[in-house]
């Protein structure tokens, strides 16, 4: 038996086994215990309370005085396993070239899943883990990951395996996610039906019966997927009890919204483009709204109403999209420090995104997402700072010193 006891320390996101996921009054507060204590045995948190109580535990104790102890950033929507960065057309957008034209020139996901597909497995492999190492270090403590660059049948499956292969080896969670309509790939480009025959009637049979995806998606968009395709992929993937978490509305409101309710998706993840009708749909509807504001900063473009769906009292969510095309960064910090300063969210309210109802975007929430009793024991000790709010005011700092996942302290190099 392991037991790891943290001290003299303020404890952030405290909730009852009974919150699942915050919207409302909820969403706005964030409940602390200042001059507090946390117990964890094994891989689980045993108990928490002030220093007054303070239990005598036979371990290993750390005195955290000035440091804040969080539940580790539940980061929903990621596409980590990638071939390359694309840093060219980074500066050919600087010179620039738009999203759409870099596409048009072979650029963009087709990019990616060009040198994906010539990539081999193990290279794959390698090159995800070393940023799934980085991306523990920064603090978060579980993830969600989508394939798409594959775009073919072959690409699609090793993109797959190599995220089952993570899960395999990974010391968080990691949630899978099929996107092979992420971009018509170009040999499809006159046969849309063709395309999304074989995503659903050859490779979706495939990937049940190995195993390689927890939900479906697709990116409904203008040049991309339509509504009724990104229903067809939902439909289907609910026939074989896999949910749908939907790209949609990044740069357009065509109807992806009212279709992902209507198939029962888990979550409709971007949001930059949404309208009233809209947000009063998601009011009476059982979808995460999920904000993911690195894109919008990385493309210089608009960013989601997070003040309008909070008052609307949504349950906002927010993950980072790590991604080589529009953000190539999954740090969750980052991207709590965007949605204060670009979205107005508060600090509590990031927080509470990035936390707990990441969890929830993953199905995750009654193991991860915040500090309970019988919760396994993600956490990350911050060095010490001022207050909570400091995390998104001090935008570049490398805040988190050390985690705990599982229950066991790591030095961050030896995750
Ligand atoms: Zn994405």
Known sequence: MTELLIKNTTLVQIREPNISILKGNNFQTLPILENAWIHCQNDRILDYGTMENCPDVRGQVIDATGRYVFPSWCDSHTHLVFAAYREQEFVQRISGMSYAEIAASGGGILNSARRLRAMPEAEL?????????????????????????????????????????????????????????????????????????????????????????????????????????????????NKYELRAKIHTNQFNSMGGIEAAIAHKALSVDHLEVVNEAEISALINANVIPTLLPSAPFFLSDHYPPARQLIDAGLPVT???????????????????????????????????????????????????????????????????????????????????DRIVINGQLSAKELV
């Open 125 to 237: 492999f390698q090159a995800a883990h070393q940023r799934l190492k980085q991306l523990i270090a920064s603090g978060t403590g579980a993830i969600e990951i989508k394939s798409g660059y594959g775009l073919s049948a072959a690409g699609e499956l090793k993109m797959l395996r190599v995220i089952k292969r993570l899960k395999a080896v990974s010391p968080i969670p990691v949630k899978a996610s099929f996107l092979g309509a992420h971009a018509l790939p170009a040999e499809f480009k006159e046969d849309r039906k063709g395309y999304m025959d074989l995503l659903i009637n050859e490779l979706l049979p495939v990937i049940v019966e190995e195993e390689l995806a927890d939900y479906v998606d697709i990116f409904c968009e203008k040049g991309f997927f339509s509504v009724a395709e990104a229903e067809r992929m939902m439909e289907a993937g």
């Open 318 to 400: 927010l993950a980072s999209d790590f991604n080589p095309g529009t953000s190539p960064s999954g740090k969750m910090a980052f991207v709590v420090a965007l949605a204060c300063i670009k979205m107005k969210m508060l600090p509590d309210e990031a927080i509470n995104a990035a936390t707990l109802n990441g969890a929830a975007a993953m199905e995750l929430e009654k193991d991860y997402g915040s500090i309970t009793k019988g919760k396994i024991a993600n956490l990350f000790i911050t060095k010490p700072m001022p207050s909570v709010a400091y995390i998104p005011y001090g935008f570049t700092e490398e805040i988190v």
